[in-house]
């Protein structure tokens, strides 16, 4: 088995954290993306997709999506389940998981691509090129604001965002409020019991 | 146990057919969409998102997306399994259903709800109001003709989309290619693995 990987990317994070949190090791290759080596015809021969992470398997299976490689890794490696362990737990990480990335990660990642020069006809990951639109960096923006005061109630009541215990879904909402300074993003001071709980989440993965 | 739903839009289509294949029975509310039902005061007390399907559980429990729904229901009844059984099918499934959620779903939703007077201010789904942007209808177009060779390429080796049987990744490829007909789109006449593949998935749900 073997990973590519970009540990500082957003996207690549939220496995990192997953296989921290669980002692899960794996022989890496870091993909450098601020060189564009994604992009490069070596590791279009592994990923045609050209995005990281991407899990490579003994038998030549690829995994190229975050919530894939860590739904095989949890079945390997069920200690420190971060995937939930009751029906309704497993219910709800899957469900933050996806929500998240609709109403936080899309809207985050929309504001950097169609506004970084660096992201110029690079609106969207994998190998076709998508012209920036910079409406949706305001779009993104308002969606943003939409999401933060529903996150912040949700976390009034309970502890860790899908249940009881710290799971999945606290590492993909950590990794998108620490994606938010990349677009000089933060959360609103009036948002106290996410801030509580980012800080909560920090220590639980220290 | 209840649902909320509205079985004739693609996302909800996804969990009916989820049942149906397993033959789960739940007390059902239809909530017309075409009405703006889920717009309005009733609907919003049930769920503050305004989407469906949503499923209340009988501790007042409300699970709103559909994978985290076809995930409470797959530990429930677990026979004809459709989210996968090993590690690699389980990670199959749920990589498959998140890429076509990105490649295609969103795709199609872009197309759709930035161009029909019916969706004026409404382009995002949930409770907000999100105007059109029609550069994200060729957008949408352009990422869809990416995606659908590459469906092709997938399906010429394998007679299922996430690996040996049908899947949960089989019914979200399925629902997607009908939802295609909303934009005037249909698979191109090339892509012949795609198209068998149609007809297979169809037989199996009959």
Known sequence: MKLYTYDRAPNPRRLAMFMQYKGIAIETQQVDLMKAEQLGEQFRAINPAQTVPALLLDDGTLLSEVIGICTYLEELHPDRPLLGTTALEKAQVISWDHRLFTGMVIPLADMLRNSAEAFRNRALPGPYDFAQLPELVERGRLQLHCILPELDAQLAGQAWLAGDG????????????????WVKESVP?????????YERAKAELA
Request: hydrophobic residues 65%.
């Open 166 to 181: 710290f799971t999945f879904a606290d590492i993909d909402l950590l990794v998108a409020v620490d994606f938010m300074a």
């Open 189 to 197: 001071a009036e948002c106290t019991h996410l801030k509580a709980w």
